[in-house]
């Protein structure tokens, strides 16, 4: 059994329970297993993007140096930092590498965190939990796991962008990537590749223009529905939002008979590892996975 | 011994920060010298003869010239030394442009280094003496690796001169990858109607042995002397007895890609590139072939009227020595596998340049008509992206090819004229049309035919249904593009061949970061090597058109008959020199040597046998890397003996 240091982010305790809960369970099914650092703070968002004030970046090295504390007080630890989201994986990724490079940037933001105690020294890594299932845990030890093969579930993976870029945050190749395939396969599932498969979902235009959001959606949807896809996965929680309550909107907007259900990878995991359904949180779906459950008739 | 010291201002490029005046007053003082002069410059006529008159008056017998750097005017002054009867090694030239006067700002600054600079020379002149040059023996036969239009241009420039020459193939056949396109730009001449007549010259020349399925795998020797072994690879079909019946095609069980055609179509395991081919004779593949051990087909041989198929031919390893060699083994392009934003070369209807040039090509698998790959549907709308792969430092090439610009244009050019209703499509960062002619053509292309111009490049491709979604953008009007197109066409660059690679290798050639061979000097010695006697031609060097590759192969081959015309050549003096009574054999210097001058001989010394290191003079370039490596002491760098550089050391330690 390893322990791995996680950092959930806002998301995972608000819209997108049924994400984290079922990744916990399936990682301590995979012997894996992940650990919640505590106290954390938010990862920074876009905040961290800004070139010019290192005080934005604040709050991601004090999560880095939270974990760090956290992988000390661990037993049978690696020096990595776990997440699920790929925007608090891409926030993090991207400033550990900065300081890295750059030590004087960590000086100057280590001042600020020195009254706490909670200085940081560039020496954590960070992965998201797809990484660990494909490097550190293998697909095949995965399939192992399956006791009820996803028969019948025909997926799309969808990655979005920050699962890919930018280039010191991408966990595959950005062109052409293939850890959810991997994944979904090995679950049992057959795999619809869609060429929007990192078509923008809209992101946080749904807070300002939401017409730019609903075009996106249904693009992803549309390419997805034609090549016979009847599920998508994903490992964003902003394009699983953005992705099934768009489609909700277009059904009631235009009439729109037929959706899929938007399901994250660690949900199909632990529906093909016989977790108890609930932990998934299908409820929050604005898209009932549960119907696609029904009709595949699947126990 | 007396020493006359002159300093050149070189107009303004020395005088502008180097007080000479107070360069010359420091030098008057200094053991032996008898004149100092100043000159504005000192390489003319009268320069030269002030520095003649001197050696008479004065009797000098060291000459120190502080001027610009011993590459570019070194001979000069050797030779007015030589004129007057001195030996021209008892010249010191002093670098107080390149390595003084244009690195530096501070005119007192620079003429302190200037000064102390001219004082070491000076005092290093006491030490020096005067040195012999060696003579060597030269083949006047020269080797031109690789067959395509610069190695047959240089072959012929060759030959022509009334030299033998060896021109090694290692496909079946010559001409390379202009023998692939179907017209040229900016004429629109058919490339096999100009190529082929020059093929059949090479065949026909009795100056020319031409070794097709043929490869160097040797290279041995230096400049006049150098021996090659040449491994010919067996036909299986006799040359001179095929009658190019064609017979033996329809019989042959074995189907694979024609690499001629880009492996747009197929062909048999017994074959012919292309009509025109030279050698004009078939060839069997023998990794494809049934016939070749062990035996379980033999129907071409069944049907072989004049009996030319022998399958037991074995590779031959040839020995042979040439004056000089011309290095012409051209490029490959970027893989558009490496393309992922365009499908990794996943998608079927994506091509290459290459690829489209044989689709365009009357002799190609659709006889100039031009059809997808993916259904053989004629496309209505094709887009050309430039720079594919290309000017791309953080993913792909950095570097521009220069020659696809004009090579999209005028593909989307031929298409609209077989197609005047159909849409062609460029998407470009700029259109570089750097040759006589290609603006006008571009031009032409843009205005006259319709030919539409993008400025953007495509993020991504994407198959969708039976169509290819292309996104992009116009950065004139700062639009996002989304348009379909029936094929993509990708203008992919250049990147050295295999051959050019492995050729580098053997030759101890040195590269460019992306495997280009380097030039000796990128603009006065465009042809040359770091290996003397060693020259390149065409692409090997960098990617470049045909006219370009053409007239550099000529002047390839003017430098080989150059060597060639010689009965004895010349080396350099200053050169590594082995003192025997102190070298021990250790073999430290023969592993330093970077040319493979040295090596270890026996020697009888008081009745017994040693090993010491001996070198080669021909080869060595005088790097002074073994004599630096030598724990001993007991290689002299000849010019640069210790005694001197202490001497040198000295006068700068001093201030």
């Known amino acids: ?299 | 011994m007396k020493v006359g010291v002159y300093l050149c201002e070189c107009g303004s490029n020395i005088a502008g920060t180097v007080d000479l005046e107070k360069v010359a007053e420091s030098v008057k003082d200094l053991p032996n010298v008898e004149v100092s002069r100043i000159y504005k410059y000192k390489c003319s006529e009268p320069g030269q003869e002030l520095i003649k008159e001197d050696i008479d008056e004065f009797n000098l017998d060291r000459i120190v010239v502080a001027a610009c750097s011993p590459r570019m005017h070194e001979p000069t002054f050797r030779t007015v030394l030589e004129d007057k009867g001195l030996n021209p090694y008892l010249l010191e030239m002093v670098n107080i442009r390149e390595q003084c006067s244009w690195v530096h700002k501070d005119v007192e600054k620079g003429t302190e280094k200037a000064a102390a600079l001219v004082k070491g020379a000076v005092l290093k002149s006491a030490a020096i003496k005067p040195l012999g040059r060696k003579k060597v023996g030269v083949t006047s036969k020269a080797l031109v690796i690789g067959g395509g239009i610069a190695g047959i241009q240089a072959a012929l420039d060759i030959a022509n001169t009334g030299y033998e020459v060896v021109l090694v193939e290692k496909d079946s056949t010559i001409g390379g990858k202009m023998a692939q396109l179907d017209k040229t730009f900016p004429t629109l001449d058919c490339s096999a109607c100009i190529l082929s007549p020059k093929m059949v010259e090479v065949s026909r020349h009795p100056n020319i042995t031409l070794l097709a399925n043929s490869e160097v795998t040797e290279v041995d020797g230096f400049i006049g002397n150098f021996k090659v072994k040449i491994r010919r690879n067996p036909r299986y079909v006799i040359e001179d007895k095929c009658t190019l019946c064609d017979d033996c095609v329809p019989v042959c069980p074995v189907i694979v890609h024609h690499e001629f055609n880009e492996k747009l179509a197929p062909r048999r395991a017994i074959y012919i590139s292309y009509p025109q081919a030279i050698p004009a004779s078939y060839i069997i593949d023998p990794k494809t072939c049934l016939g070749i051990e062990p035996l379980v087909c033999s129907k071409c041989k069944d049907v072989c009227e004049p009996e030319a198929i022998d399958f037991d031919m074995q590779p031959e390893i040839m020995e042979e020595e040439f004056g000089a060699i011309v290095v012409a083994t051209g490029f490959d392009t970027y893989p558009i596998e490496n393309l992922g934003e365009y499908g990794y070369g996943s998608i079927h209807d994506v091509v290459s340049g290459l690829e489209f040039e044989r689709l365009i090509s009357a002799g190609g698998p659709t006889e100039g008509v031009i059809r997808r790959p993916s259904d053989g549907k004629v496309p209505k709308t094709i887009v050309f992206i430039h720079c594919a792969g290309s000017r791309d430092p953080a993913k792909h090439l950095p570097h521009c090819s220069r020659i696809c610009c004009m090579y999209s244009t005028k593909h989307a050019l031929m298409f609209k004229q077989l197609d005047p209703d159909a849409l062609a499509i460029n998407f470009y960062i700029d259109i570089r049309t750097g040759g006589k002619d290609y603006e006008e053509f571009y031009q032409r292309a843009a205005e006259e035919e319709n030919v539409m111009f993008i400025r953007g490049k495509v993020s991504e491709l994407i198959q969708d249904v039976d169509k290819i979604l292309v996104r992009g953008v116009n950065t004139l009007t700062a639009e996002s593009v989304e348009l379909h197109a029936d094929l993509v066409v990708l203008a992919t660059g250049m990147v050295p061949s295999e051959g050019t690679k492995e050729i580098s290798k053997i030759l101890k050639l040195s590269t460019d970061i992306i495997g280009f061979v380097r030039e000796a000097h990128p603009k006065l010695k465009p042809v040359e090597t770091a290996i003397t006697g060693v020259f390149v031609a065409g692409t090997a060097s960098g990617p470049r058109d045909i006219p370009d590759t053409v007239s550099q192969a000529g002047r390839a081959a003017v430098k080989a008959c150059n060597i060639l015309a010689q009965k004895e050549l010349e080396v350099e003096a200053t050169i590594a020199q082995v003192d025997e009574l102190l070298c021990r054999g250790c073999g430290f210097c023969v592993e330093s040597c970077p040319y493979g001058a040295i090596e270890l001989k026996a020697i009888d010394r008081y009745g017994h046998s040693y090993e010491i290191a001996s070198v080669n003079e021909a080869v060595c370039k005088g790097c002074g890397s073994c004599a630096a490596a030598c724990l001993n002491g007991a290689i002299n760098h000849l010019g640069y003996t210790d005694s001197q550089i202490l001497n040198l050391i000295q006068a700068l330690s001093e201030g």
């Not at chain 1, 970046?57 to 974990?67: G, K, M």
């Not at chain 1, 993090?92 to 706490?116: A, C, G, M, T």
Request: glycine share 4%; net charge negative; charged share 25%.
């Open chain 1, 1 to 299: 059994m390893v322990n791995y240091s996680y950092f959930p982010g806002c998301n995972l305790k608000t819209n997108a329970k049924g994400f984290e809960k079922s990744a916990i369970a399936v990682s301590k099914k995979l012997e894996a297993e992940l650990v919640e650092i505590p106290n954390w703070n938010c990862c920074g968002t876009v905040h961290t993007m800004t070139a010019d004030n290192l005080m934005k970046r604040i709050a991601p090295v004090r999560v880095l140096a939270r974990s760090r504390k956290h992988v000390e007080e661990l037993e049978n630890s690696s020096q990595d930092i776990v997440t699920l989201c790929s925007m608090c994986n891409s926030t993090l990724k991207i400033v550990n590498s900065e300081v890295l490079v750059d030590p004087e940037k960590l000086e100057v933001i280590n001042f600020q965190l020195e009254d706490d105690e909670e200085t940081y020294s560039s020496d954590m890594e960070v992965k998201h939990f797809l990484e660990i299932l494909r490097d550190n845990i293998g697909f095949a030890k995965i399939a192992n796991k399956v006791v009820k093969p996803l028969k019948g579930f025909k997926v799309t993976p969808y990655y979005g962008c920050m699962l890919l870029h930018p280039e010191e945050a991408k966990i595959d190749d950005e062109e052409m990537p293939s850890v959810l395939e991997n994944l979904i396969e090995s679950l049992g599932a057959e795999v619809v590749f869609s060429p929007l498969f990192k078509y923008c979902c809209g992101s946080y235009h749904i807070v300002s223009d939401e017409d730019i959001v609903t075009r996106q959606v249904q693009k992803i949807i549309d390419s997805a529905m034609i090549r016979g896809a009847n599920a998508l996965a994903v490992a964003c929680p902003l394009c699983a939002y953005n992705l099934d309550q768009q489609q909700k909107m277009l059904m009631e907007k235009t009439g729109k008979k037929e959706a899929i259900p938007i399901f994250y990878f660690s949900q199909l995991m632990a529906l093909a590892m016989g977790e108890p359904v609930e932990i998934n949180h299908f409820e929050d779906h604005k898209i009932d996975p549960r119907i696609l459950l029904k009709e595949l008739k699947f126990k």
